[in-house]
């Protein structure tokens, strides 16, 4: 099935302790991206990839990094969480980068930073 | 700048009847148009998108959305509502002339279908 998977689906943390967020698509997409929903404002993006090797920042990419060392892989990290990161991620994939195509999004995985 | 504005909160309809949610647009080039659906503890799943063409666009499990480009909007549409429409719905946009391959989401409106 084809599909992007993100784990884990639900986090608990503590200030300060580092933790990364993992995303896979089996779609052999080029794009991906991560996104944070936060009640009021809707989705925003963080980071995005517009193929291997190839980041770069989103609106809201303060005190997240994230790697694309696979084509399939998207891992997001936070090196340092604080309480503002509490959120819901969203991890999207599409086949092009351009264009019209369609992001299809992850499960999502809903944060708590304590 | 782009933007996506969904004015309303919540919409409420009874079942069986026909439902709109509103959303309204601003890009500087053509834009690429979608609609999303998220459902309780679940994530995102793609409705329907405009690209170009046929201004009333044909989606999943019954949905429609109409495309009006003088009144930069993209209703979403359903004829008879059902208890299991109800969820919380998402506009994007994505600017024709975008680098990036973002969607710049509206706020989300929450569709309560009464029984």
């Known amino acids: 099935e084809a599909q992007v998977t993100q784990n884990p689906r639900y986090l608990i943390t503590v200030t300060g302790k580092k933790l990364t967020v993992t995303c896979s698509q089996n779609?052999?997409?080029?794009?991906m991206s991560w996104y944070r929903q936060d009640p009021g404002l809707g989705l925003r993006q963080i980071y995005y990839?517009?193929?291997?090797?190839?980041?770069d920042k989103g609106d809201v990419p303060e005190g997240y990094k994230v790697s694309r060392k696979e084509k399939r892989n998207f891992p997001l990290i936070l090196e340092s969480p604080s309480p503002n990161q509490t959120s819901l991620y969203f991890c999207?994939?599409?086949?092009?980068?351009?264009?019209?195509?369609?992001?299809?999004f992850g499960p999502g995985t809903r944060l708590l930073v304590l | 700048a782009q933007s996506v504005a969904q004015p309303e909160d919540q919409v409420n309809v009874a079942e069986g009847n026909p439902l709109t949610v509103k959303c309204t647009y601003s890009?500087?080039?053509?834009?690429?148009l979608f609609w999303y659906v998220q459902y309780p503890n679940r994530g995102l799943q793609f409705l329907l998108k405009?690209?170009?063409?046929?201004?009333l666009v044909k989606g999943s499990y019954g949905f429609e959305a109409e495309f009006n480009k003088s009144q930069t909007s993209f209703h979403l549409k359903k004829p008879s509502a059902l208890v299991s429409d109800s969820a919380l719905y998402f506009c994007?946009?994505?600017?024709?002339?975008?680098?990036?391959?973002?969607?710049?989401f509206g706020t989300g409106t929450l569709l309560a279908v009464q029984p």
């Open positions: 990839s517009m193929n291997v090797e190839v980041t």
């Open positions: 779609m052999n997409h080029e794009y």
């Open positions: 994007a946009v994505r600017d024709e002339g975008g680098a990036t391959n973002k969607l710049i």
């Open positions: 405009y690209i170009t063409g046929d201004n």
């Open positions: 999207a994939s599409s086949l092009y980068t351009s264009g019209g195509g369609t992001q299809y």
């Open positions: 890009v500087s080039g053509n834009p690429y």
